[in-house]
């Protein structure tokens, strides 16, 4: 994919719901062919009942896979760039999320955010590494803004969505010389199903911090970041607060955490 032009084949994990449905809309729209890989079989249909009114049915591959499967998430990518020829864009939306704090968490919740956000991107982007670094295209890996934050009962979530910049870093260096670009994004809250199961988990230390921004909607996510591919852009930020703690982290957080200290306990 170039910075100008729209991808042919598009493939996105996690695609059935969320950023992840949001995106194959807007990609659908600028003619792209879409591969969608999530778990359930009925959500992907559900998702597929939706994407019709944006483009042909023809353009729209579906494939039920786990992440967190090396070999069945490289055989479904594989069936998709059968169909579809090769991919050009890889977008690694799925993710998962489970409030709550080290005393509480089932270790097990702990470890299935760990295995999903970053095993799960690291399997897909292996799967296709090979084949994009020769023929080129980008891999999109969907980070947070929890990547740069660490919030009251989500060690885990935090600490996965932060593995992804070195991932991300990592990866990049790997790539010099070969025809591929590695980019990631960080999305604030965004107004999706998962959100709304967060919410209720979500502890008042936590709500705290992240009830200040209003969520944004999935489908202004959606174009942010298909704008900003457009432009070549390797990282993606929403918002002023995001951006400042990207940038100038080790400035912002130690003001946040005192602030979040004089009232977070109350």
């Not at 695609?15 to 003619?31: C, E, N, P, Q």
Request: charged residues 20%.
């Amino acid at each position: 994919m170039t910075s100008r032009n729209a991808p042919r084949h598009v493939i996105i994990t996690g695609g059935s719901s969320g950023i992840g449905l949001a995106l194959a809309k807007a990609y659908l729209a600028k003619g792209s062919k879409l591969t969608l890989i999530a778990r359930s079989p009925e959500r992907l249909e559900a998702a597929r009942g939706q994407l019709r009114f944006h483009a042909k049915e023809a353009d729209i591959g579906l494939q039920s896979a786990d992440v967190t499967d090396f070999a069945g998430i490289s055989a479904a990518i594989a069936e998709a760039q059968q169909r579809f020829g090769p991919c050009d864009l890889l977008i690694t939306c799925a993710g998962v999320v489970h409030p709550a704090t080290l005393e509480a968490i089932d270790i097990a919740d702990a470890r299935r955010q760990l295995d999903i956000n970053v095993m799960g991107t690291i399997h897909a982007a292996k799967a296709l590494w090979a084949a994009m670094a020769s023929a080129g295209g980008t891999m999109l890996f969907l980070s947070s803004g929890a990547a740069f934050i660490g919030l009251h009962g989500y060690g885990p979530y935090c600490a996965s969505k932060a593995a992804l910049v070195g991932l991300a870093d990592s990866l990049r260096m790997e790539a010099v010389g070969t025809k591929l670009k590695v980019a990631i994004c960080f999305p604030p809250d965004t107004d999706t199903p998962q959100l709304a199961g967060e919410l209720p988990l979500r502890s008042p230390q936590a709500q705290r911090v992240m009830g200040t921004v209003k969520p944004w909607s999935a489908d202004a996510v959606a174009a942010r970041i298909v704008s900003q591919l457009q432009k070549g852009r390797s990282e993606i930020y929403f918002g002023m607060t995001l951006l400042l703690l990207a940038r100038f982290g080790s400035l912002v957080r130690p003001l946040l955490y005192w602030w979040y200290s004089r009232g977070g306990r109350k």
